[in-house]
């Protein structure tokens, strides 16, 4: 069987489907599809299980008379079809999206070793932030309080962040309490002043959303968070720990706002992982090139 990217699962299916898109499957993964008047279908296929099928795919936009089809390969630089399936997309009329919908490269934690042998993994800086977190007396709790940590990302996104509740309820809803955790770290008087939310798929652990307060980051309790979601995550069995993306050279525009974090989540691991571009289609009017290509695997 192969390993399934947490986008590919029952449980974000179903979250999609809560905010509004269709979920429809081609090649064994699911397509996320929401309609735009008069245009169509917008669709996306993030980190698909299998190349998709272009007879599938041509059948599916013919179908929903999609005007926009994008795609995030689930293949790495290193992989041996990396070459021969890229070529293939771009063959059929597939462009290289410079507007990433899913994180082109990410680093990853090995949970492999013991955690004696993780945290001396960490970089020094990041060892002695873990210490000094814990000299401010902060600490981090399994939480089911969803709403604490609402607070949090609100006050972080603000003047925005009203938008921000309604779907992380959804999210929650449909990964709570089998495939999601909640870490929530408080300081010594038992204020709230960070957190993370793990989702899990398969071995791997999601660093699906995370924020701080102010006073939060001065005292280290980002970085102790992640410290006890590595723990949290071995208990339940993963062999990684996935941060979710990080700032990709071959972006420079559309990835600039996330160097400040790159160089937060480049002290935990040098594991890095490079995934194949994201690709955008156009197919109003259906791309004469997809009509005569055949499938990615040939």
Request: proline share 5%.
């Amino acid at each position: 069987m192969k390993f399934s990217d947490v986008r590919q699962s029952e449980e974000f299916s179903s979250f999609m489907r809560e905010i509004n898109w269709k979920a429809e499957k081609i090649s064994g993964s699911y397509v996320y599809l929401k309609k735009f008047f008069p245009l169509g279908f917008f669709a996306k296929c993030p980190r698909p299980v299998n190349p998709v099928n272009i007879g599938s795919l041509r059948n599916l936009i013919e179908r929903k008379k999609i005007f926009r089809f994008k795609i995030s390969p689930f293949l790495t630089q290193n992989q041996k079809e990396y070459t021969v399936i890229k070529k293939s997309y771009l063959t059929a009329g597939f462009q290289i999206d410079k507007d990433p919908f899913n994180p082109t490269t990410t680093i990853q934690i090995d949970l492999k070793g013991d955690e004696k042998e993780i945290f001396r993994s960490f970089s020094e800086a990041k060892r002695r932030g873990i210490r000094r977190a814990i000299k401010h007396n902060v600490t981090v709790d399994l939480s089911d309080d969803l709403e604490a940590f609402i607070k949090i990302r609100k006050h972080q996104y603000r003047p925005m962040g009203f938008l921000i509740a309604g779907e992380m309820k959804k999210l929650w809803k449909n990964f709570f309490p089998k495939k999601a955790d909640l870490l929530l770290a408080k300081s010594k008087s038992g204020k709230f002043i960070a957190g993370i939310m793990l989702l899990y798929q398969g071995k791997t652990a999601y660093y699906w959303f995370a924020s701080a307060t102010n006073e939060g980051k001065k005292l280290f309790a980002p970085t102790l968070l992640v410290w006890k979601a590595v723990k949290t995550a071995k208990k339940r069995g993963c062999d990684n720990l996935d941060f979710e993306g990080i700032y990709d050279e071959r972006f420079p525009k559309a990835s600039a706002a996330w160097r400040g974090f790159t160089k937060f989540k480049e002290g935990f691991s040098d594991k890095k992982i490079i995934f194949m571009e994201n690709l955008y289609l156009k197919t109003s009017p259906l791309n004469p090139a997809l009509r005569q290509a055949g499938n990615p695997m040939d």
